[in-house]
């Protein structure tokens, strides 16, 4: 079945880099997306890439997609205490406009 | 930019009672609407698509008698939770499609909180 996986948890030094991993299951999405989530707050998006780019850079976000592995992956460059938030990978399922959204990553960024 | 608005964004109600979200776009016209849920330290899980003008379509394991989905205008989508008790505390979220451009927009989600 549709199945999209993250690593629960992530805690890094303030300053540091953080990657967020992620797999997906649909082959033929044609974007994939990352959310973030603050405590109480709503979906806030990221970013997002084409399936057929292997990378995207936007200011301190980096996104490498592995199509071959399905693997994405969200490189946030000098993270800082206001990064800390709940991340979702996502994937739109072909042909439609569900999305699937994976465990999310509780990302937490020590002072 | 195109905006998708919730309302409530934070409602408490009472056992057995009714509560109604509203799911609206703005400033674009919007066919299709989607209702996710969020449990708990958990996903974001699809309930139903709404369509504008016909029945929504749920997803497996969603009740359509329990989540009433209503899709009158091109701009308003509303989900009634029926009879709510507590399991059903959750935050609620739709996103719009925009008839043109086909791009999807999320609202900021609505915290359902049934006492």
């Known amino acids: 079945g549709e199945d999209v996986e993250q690593s629960l948890f992530l805690s890094v030094r303030e300053g540091d880099s953080s990657v967020i991993n992620c797999t997906y299951t649909d082959s033929s999405s044609t974007y994939l997306y990352w959310y973030k989530q603050e405590p109480g707050a709503g979906l806030q998006l990221l970013t997002y890439i084409f399936s057929n780019m292997d990378m995207k850079q936007d200011q301190r976000l980096t996104v490498l997609l592995n199509k071959k592995d399905k693997h994405l992956s969200l490189r946030i460059a000098d993270t800082q205490t206001g990064d800390s938030a709940i991340y979702f990978c996502?994937?739109?399922?072909?042909?439609?406009?569900?999305?699937?959204f994976g465990t999310g990553t509780r990302l937490k960024v020590l002072a | 930019g195109a905006v998708v608005s919730q309302h409530p964004s934070r409602v408490i109600c009472k056992s057995g009672t009714s509560v109604k979200i509203e799911c609206r776009s703005l400033?674009?016209?919007?066919?299709?609407m989607f209702w996710y849920r969020q449990f708990p330290k958990q996903s974001l899980m699809l309930m139903a698509t709404?369509?504008?003008?016909?029945?929504?379509?749920?997803e497996q394991g969603v009740e359509k008698d329990k989540f009433l989905i209503n899709h009158a205008s091109l701009t308003l989508s509303t989900l009634t939770v029926t009879s709510a008790h507590p399991e059903d505390s959750s935050f609620y979220i739709c996103?719009?499609?925009?008839?043109?451009?086909?791009?999807?927009?999320f609202g900021e989600g609505s915290w359902l909180t049934v006492v």
């Open positions: 709404s369509n504008e003008g016909s029945k929504a379509t749920y």
């Open positions: 996502a994937e739109s399922i072909a042909g439609t406009y569900k999305y699937i």
């Open positions: 996103s719009a499609r925009a008839d043109r451009g086909n791009t999807i927009y």
């Open positions: 400033d674009f016209q919007a066919t299709t």
